[in-house]
């Protein structure tokens, strides 16, 4: 089982709502768009120019959406997403050079950062070869890890633009006594709670 559905399950049990798994939006494209990201959009093709992107390679690959790994529909409205350890590169610690002032964000960026700098070692080199192959918009070596930062942008920045709640977020390091057994059943769901309670109460401040 991936670590993510058990950390979903437990999310859903927190909060009392089954989450939307394959839920697509039309504005989460894998293209970096100006009607998505209207305002933001020479904030993102900056991100993308610092990252090092090739616009022929991205303009050349065939359209596609970015499945977030869960959507929390009414009365929540937020994607969510579990941040395993390959998504804490020093490309992802870039990106946050680059968020405008007035995004909306449902959790600590720079406790985010903090992680890119403590193990982006380590998460370069999880997993197989293909995670640090080429790809079509990131040609050069861990450009999938770029690539994987990028997508994480858009997915933070793309669903308050649009209706949406602030994006939720949950790294590996913070969930590690679920991960590791060291909390399970109620002392598991109490410690979930904790933790949502701290990014649900931000997420409420935004909207007022």
């Known amino acids: 089982m991936r670590l993510e559905v058990g950390i979903i399950k437990l999310v859903e049990a927190v909060i009392g709502i089954r989450a939307e798994r394959r839920a697509q939006f039309d504005w989460l494209r894998n293209k970096p768009r100006r009607e998505d990201f209207g305002k933001h959009y020479d904030a993102v093709m900056t991100l993308y120019t610092a990252l090092e992107g090739d616009w022929k390679g991205t303009t050349a690959k065939a359209d596609g959406y970015l499945i977030p790994d869960a959507y929390f529909p009414e009365p929540y409205h937020f994607i969510f997403e579990f941040d395993e350890l390959q998504h804490f590169t020093q490309f992802r610690e870039r990106t946050f050079q680059h968020y405008p002032a007035d995004i909306e964000i449902a959790y ?10 403590q193990h982006h070692a380590a998460a370069l080199a999880k997993g197989p070869a293909r995670f640090r192959r080429n790809t079509a918009d990131f ?6 890890a770029a690539q994987r930062a990028f997508f994480d942008t858009f997915r933070d920045w793309l669903p308050p633009l649009h209706g949406l709640n602030p994006t939720l977020r949950l790294a590996e390091f ?3 006594p679920l991960l590791n057994g060291q909390l399970t059943d109620t002392a598991a769901k109490d410690y979930m709670q ?3 309670h701290q990014r649900l109460t931000k997420l409420s401040t935004l909207k007022t």
Request: positive net charge; aromatic residues 14%.
């Open 139 to 144: 040609p050069y070596t861990n450009g999938r």
């Open 108 to 117: 600590a960026p720079q406790k985010y950062r903090q992680f890119c700098q």
């Open 174 to 176: 913070e969930v590690a």
């Open 194 to 196: 904790r933790l949502l």
